[in-house]
């Protein structure tokens, strides 16, 4: 499947993305947000500050995993693999659920300092100019994710500055069943289970020995 990844991961965007469903929007969140411009406010000292962020695809989701020392880490998309250990840590980490496809969730706050809404604007990412991001901030707790999320302002040549945060938010990953999901890329992936790599690849494992 790493000779063949790209399709790899238009195949496991689009089943995570069937799982969270379409894109949600009610007075205090946004749920699944859509690729594009967005424009967020927040109030520091009584004084309204607006900013632009772009939020590429494909949004919806982040991939969290837990490694060594209980650390958490985020990334938009899985990191390509291209050794069978690498691939059965990923399988292994899906299920255990120490490794997981979160939904993105944005829930205002009226704090000073917070970020207080999130209104998607007219155009493109490419059309987005100044020096604000999104960044991620993400805890394990039991079979939840915490998904921590605030708008940061890079500042060329000085440290990196926090705009606003959002209000952290306990989400449940994505369930997805991996035999599933590649069944079109790798034709073994119909004889796969939902146990762990020991036992769905010790013929593979055992034959990688030799």
């Known amino acids: 499947m790493s000779q063949r990844w790209e399709k790899t991961t238009l195949a496991l965007d689009k089943e995570v993305n069937i799982r969270i469903g379409p894109h949600q929007e009610d007075s205090h969140l946004i749920r699944a947000p859509e690729e594009g411009r967005y424009e967020t406010t927040t109030i520091k000292s009584g004084v309204t500050f607006v900013s632009v962020i772009p939020i590429s695809g494909p949004g919806t989701y982040v991939h969290s995993k837990r490694v060594e020392g209980n650390r958490e880490l985020v990334a938009a998309s899985v990191n390509r693999w291209s050794t069978l250990n690498e691939f059965l840590k990923f399988w292994d980490a899906i299920h255990e659920q120490t490794s997981g496809f979160v939904p993105v969730v944005f829930v205002y706050d009226s704090k000073e300092q917070s970020c207080r809404s999130l209104k998607k604007l007219s155009g493109t990412i ?12 993400m805890k394990l707790n039991g079979d939840a994710w915490s998904i921590h999320p605030s708008v940061v302002e890079f ?15 306990d989400v449940k990953p994505v369930s997805i069943d991996l035999a599933f999901v590649f069944r079109d890329i790798a034709p073994q992936a119909a004889h796969w289970g939902r146990g762990s790599s020991k036992e769905e690849f010790s013929e593979l494992i055992e034959a990688s020995r030799i």
């Open 126 to 137: 490419d059309d987005v100019r100044g020096h604000f991001f999104l960044d991620y901030r």
């Open 155 to 169: 500042n060329p040549g000085r440290v990196s500055q926090l705009f606003c945060a959002f209000k952290p938010a």
